[in-house]
């Protein structure tokens, strides 16, 4: 079976955004307590969505990975 570039691209697109929301949500975190020392990371709201994100990412990893060996590219 063969993905065409525009279905790798859109693959491609959607991991890298979800990657960025995970990245994004973390920094919100570490950040937030800014000026002191405090970071949010120990907030139930920023857990729950750093865990549900980060999940989401780590599927999106696994499956890029079973799709790169799986799959051929269109030239």
């Known amino acids: 079976m063969e993905l065409s570039n525009k279905q790798t691209r ?5 991991g890298q955004g979800v990657g960025a929301i995970f990245c994004g949500i973390f920094l919100a975190a570490y950040f937030g307590g800014l000026p002191s020392t405090n970071t949010l990371n120990s907030e ?3 857990i729950f969505s750093q865990s ?3 999940t989401i990412l780590i599927v999106f990893i696994f499956l890029a990975i079973i799709i790169a060996f799986t799959f051929k590219q269109k030239n």
């Open 10 to 14: 859109i693959f491609l697109f959607v």
């Open 44 to 46: 139930q709201a920023f």
């Open 52 to 54: 549900v994100i980060g």
